[in-house]
């Protein structure tokens, strides 16, 4: 079964909005999403994921707009833990089953969903394949994920960590953020 979701956060660090499509089954997930942003400059993103069984990232399509110029990023994971950014390989990222997306919260689901760590109880460590915004750079990011405890309607919390930040992430039932503090915080449906 699939459970579609239209998510709209209000994204603090980047002082704008993020609204993501995503459609989660029962191993994997596809989603697109639109954002606004005024830090670190004015931006507008656009974006397309697709993961393959157990959650990995299979393909992430990103495009960014400022001021200056429009950027575009076809990032691919090969399924053997090889990464390409527009075509050319980025060893720096080599091993990682994940992408990051700079300032946009859903990219933390898919650790989450795999080791269901909103649920039950596990400290994981992650290499990810961090994508900067708005200029699109790939780099290698350390990332570990800590269960803290279940919540009532079937999420829970994990803390997420990378160098010296630490933020306790409230997920939902399904694995999706719904308070990232100083990220983001998930709008009501109107």
Not at 18 to 36: F, H, N, Q, S, Y
Not at 59 to 81: F, K, N, S, Y
Request: proline fraction near 5%; glycine fraction near 12%.
């Amino acid at each position: 079964m699939i459970a579609s979701h239209v998510i709209t956060w209000d994204v603090t660090g980047s002082k704008g909005y993020e609204t993501a499509w995503v459609e989660v089954g029962a191993d994997a997930l596809r989603a697109r999403g639109r954002a606004v942003g005024t830090t670190p400059e004015p931006y507008w993103v656009s974006y397309e994921l697709e993961t393959t069984a157990g959650f990995v990232t299979q393909r992430l399509r990103v495009t960014a707009e400022t001021a200056e110029r429009t950027r575009t990023l076809d990032l691919r994971h090969d399924g053997q833990g090889g990464w390409t950014a527009d075509g050319v390989r980025v060893p720096e990222v080599e091993g990682a089953l994940d992408c990051d997306l700079g300032l946009c919260p859903l990219t933390n689901t898919m650790p989450v969903l795999r080791h269901e760590l909103h649920r039950v109880p596990g400290e994981r460590e992650f290499l990810m394949a961090w994508v900067s915004v708005p200029d699109l750079a790939v780099q290698p990011s350390r990332q570990t994920y800590t269960h803290l405890g279940r919540a009532g309607d079937g999420g829970g919390r994990v803390r997420y960590a990378s160098g010296d930040f630490r933020s306790d992430v409230e997920f939902d039932a399904d694995g999706l953020v719904v308070e990232y503090p100083q990220l983001a915080r998930r709008l009501a449906a109107g």
